[in-house]
């Protein structure tokens, strides 16, 4: 408080602690037309602007809850926790940007599954979380996509992953490299078995996670416009030292190139993959 | 500078010097100065063991990409006989940065994979820096399967900066194919060997380096990406690369006590280009023993093993 709100009547205080008080969230603004939209609107239309089509990036728990039934619900794995076996330490902590990630995001590491089922189609569903340190996948995120695939042999339901992330979780430096190996072998199970595992891209999926288990799918689906490579385009514009082409690696220029099966938009994905499991699994349309 | 020699190795180029200085004054002169040239070589090994016994991670990262290094077909003359190379992905092009074909250790036939860099300007951008492109990993994806039908064990030779970032290599599936490197190997019915005889860098190392046993070169790296990228993105400063390799614990030895290698092959004093029939030999008596170890077992009992060494990978707690 300075000289000057000192003077000012108290009656003009309390008016400046009240405008302070509004709810934050609020509105939120989106990134692709700068359209303010009302947030209990945008959450209606599963955070896909409803002036511009543009996907916003979704909350993982938040995208399972829109995207499973109701009920049955069981999640699977989130007894797990990260460690920081190395003890790394780059201008932070890995224990504490862990801490951090986990007060921020609510979440204890960045991939959260469930068991339900998809309009009455059971199956086993997994997310990435994105705020959880761009996603990256560690030792946790390795070990509970075991967990979904293992789930899945057990009780022989399909297997639907949602990805969302920067790549490998580098302060888990050689660990983290061979989570993808780990995730990559536990889909040679699922396929040996003759059960379906749907791969949905999301903004963004790069790195050790687009070159393991999300390019690992019988089918792979992309939201609309999501940026899915190996290399980040920056990297690949330092290297080739020339400017990259309209919209590449983006799913549109996936989907001209062969590399995934469909965009779909965000409100459709339910309709869509329970359709696709039925007739994977041979089943009556749902 | 000498530049056979790297940065922290310049008080070993000069004593080196000195003694090719005396000996070309010995050939000149009638006065005997074989003791000092002895006695001063013998410093030079005493001074080389004193600095090689501890090295930093980041050092040990310079003499994994020393320019003399022995590459993959260096290895591929030295250890085996009867090489055949086998070119080309049948669908797209063939790809120098990944060599494959058949050959024969000590008598047995093989299957061999490996990055190949190059050696001079021309070579190296042909290898293109022994980074390869998609089309390098469907090769290698075809020779495994060549593998798996005649029952050919394979043996893979890790050396790359990593996948090549480039527009071509993502518009033809980087991902995917180093994806389905991964998947197809967890399960490829004949034993694999991985050794690293560089640098092991990142997906592009891991998509021909699933294996039931994984060797490492006593000077190798083998990282999640490499010093000088995770210190430009956790450091933001490339500059920062030591404390990025040390950090990662990228070296032979920190990764045997982490368990994520089986075997580290000693390389002869100052480097496996210093000595390239020590380490050749020293290559080849850790296949043949290793490749001797796994074809005791019969194929489900090492499938099922390599699919719980990866299983293994990671730490994490349970509540």
Known sequence: ?286 | MNLNFLEFEQPIAELESKIEELRYVGNDNEINISEEIARLQGKSRDLTKSIFSNLKAAQIAQLARHPQRPYFLDYVQRVFTDFEELHGDRAYADDKAIVGGLARLDGRPVLLIGHQKGRDTKEKVARNFGMPRPEGYRKALRLLHMAEKFKLPVLTFIDTPGAYPGVGAEERGQSEAIARNLFEMAKLRVPIISTVIGEGGSGGALAIGVCDRLLMLEYSTYSVISPEGCASILWRSADKAAEAAEAMGLTAARLKELGLVDTIVDEPLGGAHRDIDAITESVKAALVETLDYLEVFALDKLLEARYSRLMSFGHYTES
């Open chain 1, 1 to 286: 408080m300075n000289w000057f709100t000192k003077l000012l009547p108290t009656k003009i205080n309390t008016e400046g602690a009240k405008r302070t008080s509004v709810p934050e969230g609020l509105w939120t603004k989106c990134d692709a037309c700068s359209a303010v939209l009302y947030r209990a609107d945008l959450e209606r239309n599963f955070d896909v602007c409803p002036k511009c089509n543009h996907h916003l990036r979704i909350d993982a728990r938040r995208r399972l809850d829109s995207f499973l039934d109701p009920a049955p619900r069981l999640e699977i794995g989130d007894t797990l926790k990260p460690v920081d076996a190395l003890k790394f330490k780059d201008i932070k902590k890995y224990k504490d940007r862990l801490q951090q990630a986990q007060k921020s995001t609510g979440e204890s590491d960045a991939l959260i599954v469930i068991k339900g089922q998809v309009k009455g189609v059971p199956l086993v569903a997994a997310a990435f979380e994105f705020k959880f340190m761009g996603g990256s996948m560690g030792s946790v995120v390795g070990e509970r996509f075991i967990r979904a695939v293992n789930s899945c042999l057990e009780h022989n339901l399909p297997l639907i992953c949602f990805s969302s992330s920067g790549g490998a979780r580098m302060q888990e430096a050689l660990f983290s490299l061979m989570q993808m190996a780990k995730t990559a072998a536990a889909l040679t199970r699922l396929h040996k078995r003759g059960i379906p595992f749907i791969s949905i891209l999301t903004d963004p999926t790069m790195g050790g996670v687009s070159a393991s288990l999300a390019m690992l799918g019988d089918v792979h689906i992309a939201e609309p416009n999501a940026l899915i490579g190996f290399a980040g385009p920056r990297v690949i514009e330092q290297t080739v030292r020339e400017t990259l082409p309209e919209g590449f690696q983006r799913s549109e220029f996936l989907l001209d190139h062969g590399a995934i099966d469909m965009v779909v938009d965000r409100r459709d994905l339910r309709d869509r993959t329970a359709k696709i499991l039925t007739m994977l699994t041979r089943r009556p349309a749902a």
